[in-house]
């Protein structure tokens, strides 16, 4: 579904992002993996290794990278919290810069790259959750759905130039930290991280090509 096109893949070190670089690998697709750390050298991959939140190291290090068929911002993180009211504001902070200004930085230094050829595509995490707010997880909602009017906002103004922008909201996504979290859980009603990179790569796809800001849950049974 990926053949020959080149992804960048964005906290391709997390449990979420590794099972995307695999799956988004045995599609066809070339990759180069972006994240703070990696605990191992994948075969094949370019890993480069960086904050995301620093817009002048991103550029940086795509300057020598001219051809990106793909973005999947996977990068992200969360966090439960006091009530809005008690939450200090590095709460705020490390929410957005986790979420938001990693997903808009990235944005801003592929966007110029893809409209030099006349195509791409982006696909970024938002949540189900965030959809409306809930009770202490207010700067988790916020970030996220902020991310989701990103997405909508760089649909409506990419769309005629080649370049279709979407995103996914999965619940709760069935990694080790979750269950751990949550140990009564029913973990098979979870979305599991291979469902959700399936999803992920069909919106990076070709396939995908008539979907322009997009909001895709992305739920299994819960």
């Known amino acids: ?13 997390g449990a979420l992002g590794r099972v995307v670089v695999d799956t988004t690998i045995e599609q066809g697709a070339s990759v180069i993996s972006m994240d703070r750390v990696f605990d191992r050298d994948r075969d094949g991959v370019r890993q480069i290794v960086i904050d995301l939140t620093d817009a002048e190291a991103i550029a940086e290090a795509l300057t020598e990278i001219d051809s ?14 006091p009530a809005v009211h008690e939450t200090q504001a ?3 902070e490390v929410m957005f810069a986790m979420n938001v200004v990693t997903a808009r930085n990235m944005c801003a230094a592929v966007v110029p790259k893809m409209l030099t050829v006349g195509r791409g595509t982006i696909v970024n995490v938002g949540a189900m959750s965030a959809r409306e707010g809930q009770g202490n997880m207010g700067a988790y909602c916020v970030a996220k759905s902020t991310v ?20 996914v909201l999965p619940s709760i996504i069935d990694t080790p930290i979750n269950r751990d979290d949550m140990p009564d859980a029913d973990y098979s009603k979870w979305v599991t991280p291979g469902e959700l990179a399936e999803v992920i790569c069909f919106l990076g796809s070709d396939a995908a090509r008539a979907m322009h800001g997009a909001l895709v849950p992305v739920v299994g049974r819960s």
Not at 1 to 13: F, P, Q, R, V
Not at 70 to 81: E, K, Q, T, V
């Open 1 to 13: 579904m990926l053949n020959g096109k080149s992804i960048i893949i964005t906290g391709a070190n």
């Open 68 to 81: 990106i068929d793909g973005l999947f911002n996977i990068a992200g993180g969360f966090a439960m919290g």
């Open 90 to 92: 590095s709460e705020w």
């Open 148 to 167: 989701m009017r990103l997405t909508e906002s760089l649909s409506k103004e990419l769309r005629q130039l080649g370049i279709n922008v979407n995103a």
